[in-house]
Structure formats: structure tokens, C-alpha cells
């Protein structure tokens, strides 16, 4: 599915200004609270060994949400800084300090691998060893590119672009990324069958007002028609720098084997020839097309929302509350794609040779199953996978190295 690094270039000569907004800095402030008042709610399961506390709520225009609380993390930390403070301060009788050869805080950072909200602020080049967790952010709208119009395959990829263009609150196209930058933080969007993902991490302390920005963009988005030839190079060149993987290459296979007028079979990237010149010349206002698409289908009640950070669960809610419950809900039924079962026939049961782009060879077994969406909460096709992947004696691959 497309997925992008979001990188746009500015159609401004400067960035805006991120230094006006009043901050906390979390390392000033004292975390006061009851643990007994921020405890996760009861019907939330979580792990033993997870210190995080979870909530549950639903705001007035239906956005699901999940709010995390990380104070464990923050109380640690602070037990930490105290700790190095009453060491630094002690010394030998003589009065001579004790002086660690350790000078890692001055060393380069090294490339830490993120999760989607426990990033580490160790990706950031130039800045200083730091093991705090940002905070984060995660909103599923759901809606994909099954949903494109028959005529303008790649809408929904295209649309998860224009979204970021500015909104009406914080009009300058490139704010958002700006102030990510900024304050050590990153962001990325996905657009898959039936979901559209946007992601975001940042440090602690400008949580709130980044909140507010990416708010914007599903409340008011600018979503300029000047904007628009140039996204459409950004989505054409997303493809055709896709296009020579081996994993694009499989998918855009399993689409073609895909039964007619099964969704399976749309072509989900989109590029120029999609979304400008077959427009063009078939007199479709793309740009008409993409409001009317976010209006009927970026609908409250398709969202769900997750958030993280070293803040009580409390004030995550005031804070999730407040700046997403202004998002519109059209009261539309969402697009249901239950009875677009089995979308390949017979040709799904032969054996394709594909000539890679890379100098390997594998061989790909893959079945067609039924939706699972019902099974989540005892996943069969893990045990599945288990079994056939096993290694140990008696199993299957065990078999087949013994011959």
C-alpha cells in the first residue's frame, strides 16, 4: 500500500515562526498527582509487566479514542536525575571530585529504530543522547483506496497528501512539518485498502500545541487549488519509485488477478496519468472531485485516535476533547465491503514465475482467506503461521531438511 515519508518543499522563502507559542517545559514542572486517580480502566487488558494506564473514551462526534498515560516512565526518569544529582555532589574526603570517564553525552547520536509510540528522541541528528520517549499520536480514518471513484483511481492516496497542505487555523503549507522539526519530532501517513493512517511523535513539551496543528487538518484543511499540480508530481513520483520493487510489483500482480469489479483490482497508488491527464481529458475536475471525497468520507465517525504521552489520563482527555471533538460528522453510513468476498477465481490457483528486479530467488505461497476482522482476539492465522514456521524436531521444516 502507499506509504511516504512526508518531505514537501515550501512555496514560502521562510518557515513560520514556532518560538511564539507558550510552552511548559515538562523538566520545570512537578508531576503532582494520585496514582489511585489515574489507574486504566478496568476492562482495558493490558500486561503485568505494562506500566502505561489506558482510557477508553468517545467523543460527542464519535471519534474512538485511547488515551496513554506514561508517568511511569516520567517517575523513573525524575528517581534517575535525583539519583545523578546526589552523586555528582559527592566526593571524596580529600575534596577532589570524582570524575566519570564516560563522555557519551557528548557523543553522536546513533540511529534508533522507532515504534509508533514509544519513539525515541535518539533519531535526531545533532542533538545530545537523550532516552526520553516522545510523545505521540495516531489517527485511523476508515476509509481507503477501495473507496476510489472508478474514474480517478489514487484519490485516497492523493487526498492524505492535501490534507497537510495548511489548514485554516495555520495556513502556511509547511507549518506542521516546521514545527515537528523544530522540536525533535517526525511524521508519516499510509493509505491502505480500507484505512488512512496519519502518525506523529514529538517532545513532551510541545505535545499539545502539535496536537492543536494536526487537529486542524481534519477540522479545516486549505486544500488549495494552486496546490494541487504539484502534489500530483509528489504522488507520481512516490510511484514510480515504487514501481521497480519486487513487493510493488507482487501487489500490482495479485491486483491483476483479481476478480472484475472486485475492489482488489483498483489501482491504489495513483500518478499523473490517473489523477491529471486522463482527468484532463475526460473533462474531470479532479480538484472538485478531491473536496467532495473528504467531505463525504473524513467523517468523525470513521476515526479513531490514539495518544501518548507523560501526561494523567485526565488531561489527555481535556486535551483530546477539546481539540478533536470540533472534527464534522456527516452522519453518512460508512462504505462496507463485507460482500466483496473471494476476489480471485480459479486463475488464483496456478503458479506465476516473476522475473525479480533484485538478484534472488524465492518461492511465495499464498492462500486467499476470509475476513479474520472477527477472530482478533484469538488471531488463528498466528497459530497457523507458528506451526508452518516451527523449526524444531518433528516439524515441517525439520521434514523437509532430513531429505
Same mark, same amino acid.
Given at each position: 500500500?502507499?506509504?511516504?515519508?512526508?518531505?514537501?518543499?515550501?512555496?514560502?522563502?521562510?518557515?513560520?515562526?514556532?518560538? +511564539?507559542?507558550?510552552?511548559?517545559?515538562?523538566?520545570e514542572q512537578e508531576l503532582e498527582f494520585k496514582p489511585e486517580e489515574n489507574r486504566s480502566d478496568p476492562d482495558i487488558v493490558k500486561s503485568p509487566s505494562d506500566h502505561k494506564e489506558y482510557r477508553y473514551i468517545q467523543l460527542e462526534n464519535g471519534i474512538s479514542a485511547l488515551l496513554i498515560s506514561d508517568l511511569f516512565t516520567a517517575r523513573v526518569e525524575k528517581s534517575d536525575s535525583d539519583m545523578q544529582v546526589e552523586e555528582e555532589g559527592s566526593g571524596d574526603d580529600d575534596g577532589s571530585e570524582n570524575v566519570s570517564d564516560d563522555d557519551s553525552a557528548e557523543e553522536p547520536l546513533e540511529?534508533?529504530?522507532?515504534?509508533?509510540?514509544?519513539? #525515541?528522541?535518539?533519531?535526531?541528528?545533532?542533538? !545530545?543522547?537523550?532516552?526520553?520517549?516522545?510523545?505521540?499520536?495516531?489517527?485511523?480514518?476508515?476509509?481507503?483506496?477501495?473507496?476510489?471513484?472508478?474514474?480517478l483511481p489514487g484519490l485516497a492516496h492523493f487526498l492524505e497528501h492535501m490534507v497537510f497542505m495548511g489548514s485554516e487555523r495555520y495556513p502556511d503549507e509547511n507549518g506542521f512539518d516546521a514545527f515537528l522539526k523544530k522540536h525533535g519530532g517526525s511524521d508519516n501517513a499510509s493509505t491502505d485498502c480500507e484505512h488512512t493512517i496519519y502518525q506523529f511523535d514529538i517532545q513532551r513539551k510541545y505535545f499539545r500545541e502539535a496536537l492543536d496543528r494536526w487537529a486542524q487538518f481534519f477540522i479545516g484543511p486549505l486544500m488549495?487549488?494552486?496546490?494541487?499540480?504539484?502534489?500530483?508530481?509528489?504522488?507520481?513520483?512516490?510511484?514510480?519509485?515504487?514501481?521497480?520493487?519486487?513487493?510493488?510489483?507482487?501487489?500490482? #500482480?495479485?491486483?491483476?488477478?483479481?476478480?472484475?469489479?472486485?475492489?482488489?483490482?483498483?489501482?491504489?497508488?495513483? +500518478?499523473?496519468?490517473?489523477?491529471?491527464?486522463?482527468? !484532463?481529458?475526460?473533462?474531470?475536475?479532479?480538484?472538485?472531485? #478531491?473536496?467532495?471525497?473528504?467531505?463525504?468520507h473524513y467523517s468523525a465517525h470513521y476515526m479513531t485516535l490514539a495518544v501518548q504521552s507523560k501526561e494523567t489520563l485526565d488531561t489527555l482527555e481535556d486535551w483530546v476533547k477539546e481539540l478533536f471533538t470540533p472534527i464534522p460528522n456527516n452522519g453518512?453510513?460508512?462504505?462496507?465491503?463485507?460482500?466483496?468476498?473471494?476476489?480471485?477465481?480459479?486463475?488464483?490457483?496456478? #503458479?506465476?514465475?516473476?522475473?525479480?528486479?533484485?538478484?534472488?530467488?524465492?518461492? +511465495?505461497?499464498?492462500?486467499?482467506?476470509?475476513?479474520?476482522?472477527?477472530?482478533?482476539?484469538? !488471531?488463528?492465522?498466528?497459530?497457523?503461521?507458528?506451526?508452518?514456521?516451527?523449526?524444531?524436531?518433528?516439524?515441517?521444516?525439520?521434514?523437509?531438511?532430513?531429505?
Open positions: 500500500m502507499p506509504v511516504r515519508n512526508k518531505s514537501k518543499s515550501s512555496s514560502r522563502d521562510t518557515a513560520p515562526n514556532v518560538d +511564539n507559542y507558550p510552552v511548559a517545559d515538562a523538566r540511529d534508533v529504530e522507532e515504534d509508533e509510540f514509544g519513539a #525515541l528522541v535518539e533519531g535526531c541528528s545533532g542533538s !545530545k543522547r537523550n532516552s526520553e520517549k516522545q510523545s505521540a499520536a495516531a489517527l485511523c480514518v476508515g476509509i481507503g483506496s477501495f473507496s476510489d471513484p472508478d474514474d488549495i487549488q494552486d496546490t494541487i499540480d504539484r502534489e500530483v508530481e509528489a504522488v507520481d513520483s512516490e510511484f514510480h519509485l515504487a514501481a521497480p520493487s519486487d513487493s510493488s510489483r507482487k501487489e500490482l #500482480l495479485f491486483g491483476s488477478l483479481a476478480r472484475p469489479g472486485h475492489p482488489m483490482g483498483k489501482f491504489f497508488w495513483g +500518478n499523473a496519468q490517473t489523477l491529471k491527464h486522463t482527468p !484532463k481529458e475526460k473533462n474531470i475536475d479532479t480538484y472538485a472531485r #478531491l473536496k467532495e471525497f473528504r467531505k463525504q453518512l453510513p460508512k462504505p462496507d465491503f463485507s460482500d466483496a468476498r473471494d476476489p480471485f477465481d480459479e486463475s488464483f490457483n496456478k #503458479l506465476y514465475r516473476v522475473v525479480p528486479v533484485k538478484k534472488v530467488h524465492s518461492l +511465495n505461497i499464498t492462500w486467499a482467506l476470509p475476513p479474520q476482522r472477527q477472530y482478533y482476539r484469538i !488471531k488463528p492465522l498466528h497459530y497457523l503461521s507458528w506451526l508452518i514456521g516451527h523449526e524444531g524436531k518433528g516439524s515441517i521444516l525439520s521434514l523437509l531438511r532430513t531429505r
